[in-house]
């Protein structure tokens, strides 16, 4: 086993969950910084309403692309159970299908994103001052999505392997182009959002290329051979079968946040630049905690393939532990320190500042929540079990946030912004609770076939 590889089905379980976990997390925060150095460089030299531009694209870029990127949970389990039954072959043909998924999913979605980036914006009511800044960012965003998809798919694969030091390597490399780059291009060539834009394309291009070289330089039965691309049957369905619902999720989880967008848009340009802001530091401790998701994915996906699984329950419980401890740690954090880090993104706005203070005191220390239930996701996922877990999601985090916003939120004493953010710890509470119980009695279904 190479030295990048964490052994999953053997040695210290604890110890080898955080080696693995840490560079997964480190990775998510480079992958964030991308997003963050657009919002703190536009904020800095473009001011609040480049800073909504860019911030009200993330919610329907991820509705658009998630339906994809979901697809590499079913590559990144499908490879992961191949080589936990030490199948060669299986895991071979797993690779070489994954790669082309990415391909025409990279393509399907640089056509739709282009040609409809300003109709979903209208969509999304983002004001008129907004909306041209907005639409220009995604447009260069999507001419450049293919690169997300073949990063995110060749991450998978390693990931399933047991390398997550190579991917943060690779986008450690390219985060210092991109920081760069956006200097460059709004400070000198005064490009404003299309400069940030335009730095995180080509950074992205960069990441997806050395993860592919990573893949072609491998000597086991994961190295990529380009002639052997193909869409092999049995890998295709398996890898459908699983990340289908995954993708279906996150894309109705964007919905969700699409519906939720739009009523803070409601609130006006200063009110959307301090949630942009908000949100993007709630995205560090969503990598922090997600990457736990990730590890119990891989683990479980490996010790299931293995048909080890006292140790796969192991994983669970080892995980959902971490989670809560480090989401805990995390979101103290956050509060202590958020009106310092919201004034480095909007140095000139203090409204801006509060109403991003405002978003943080509703939703950090619930943000343990977010993590055990990303777990529990995970866990059912790597067993194989994909479509329950995303039944329970589209009702507890969907069909909860969306009835809450045109119900709840209608009622005139409730038409305020916490009562938005409340609807967050709300869905996750209750999906949490049946992801978990779900997630003991397919374990024990398992078991029992095993015996």
């Known amino acids: 086993m190479s030295r990048k590889n964490i052994d999953m089905v053997n040695g210290p379980l604890f110890k080898n969950v955080i080696t693995y976990t840490i560079p997964i997390i480190l990775t998510g925060v480079l992958q ?36 994809f990127v979901g697809l590499s949970v079913g590559a990144g389990v499908t490879v992961a159970q191949a080589i936990g039954a030490n199948d060669h072959k299986k895991t071979h043909r797993a690779v070489h299908t994954a790669i082309p998924i990415a391909l025409v999913g990279g393509v399907i979605l640089t056509i739709v994103g282009i040609c409809f980036s300003e109709t979903f914006l209208i969509w999304m009511g983002t004001p008129e001052n907004v909306l041209p800044l907005s639409a220009l960012y995604m447009k260069i965003y999507f001419a450049g999505v293919i690169f997300i998809m073949i990063y995110n798919f060749c991450s998978s694969i390693l990931r399933a392997a047991g390398d997550t030091k190579s991917p943060l390597i690779f986008l450690t490399l390219a985060g210092i182009i991109n920081v760069g780059l956006n200097v460059i291009f709004v400070t000198v060539l005064h490009l404003n959002v299309a400069g940030v834009a335009l730095a995180t394309t080509i950074s992205q291009g960069v990441s997806a290329f050395l993860v592919v070289i990573a893949l072609i330089k491998r000597d086991d039965s994961c190295q990529l051979h380009f002639s052997q691309l193909r869409f092999y049957k049995d890998e295709f369905l398996q890898m459908i079968k699983i990340g289908l619902p995954a993708g279906i999720q996150g894309s109705l989880f964007s919905i969700s946040n699409v519906v939720i967008q739009s009523s803070i848009n409601t609130f006006g340009d200063v009110f959307m630049s301090g949630n942009a802001a908000a949100l993007n530091i709630e995205g560090f401790m969503f990598v922090a905690l997600n990457a736990f998701h990730q590890t119990t994915l891989n683990f479980t996906g490996q010790n299931i393939g293995a048909r080890n699984y006292r140790r796969a329950k192991n994983v669970f419980l080892v995980c959902l532990g971490s989670v809560f401890v480090i989401g805990l740690m995390v979101s103290l954090g956050v509060l202590f320190s958020g009106k310092f880090l919201l004034e480095i993104y909007l140095p000139n706005a203090p409204e801006a500042v509060e109403y991003g203070l405002l978003r943080l005191k509703w939703l950090c220390l619930s943000y343990c929540l977010l993590g055990m239930m990303d777990v529990s996701g995970g866990g059912l996922r790597g067993m194989g079990v994909s479509l329950a877990p995303m039944i329970i999601s589209v009702v507890g985090v969907c069909g909860v946030r969306i009835g809450w916003i045109y119900t709840i939120f209608q009622i005139p004493e409730f038409h305020l912004p916490q009562y938005i953010y409340l609807s967050y710890t709300v869905s996750w509470g209750i999906t949490f609770v049946a992801q978990t119980v779900t997630y003991f009695i397919t374990y024990n279904k398992k078991k029992k076939l095993k015996q």
């Open 32 to 67: 964030l910084l991308f997003n963050a150095a657009d919002l703190i460089i536009v904020g800095r030299f473009c001011g609040s309403v480049s800073v909504a531009a860019v911030g009200a694209t993330g919610s329907i870029t991820n509705l658009i692309v998630n339906l």
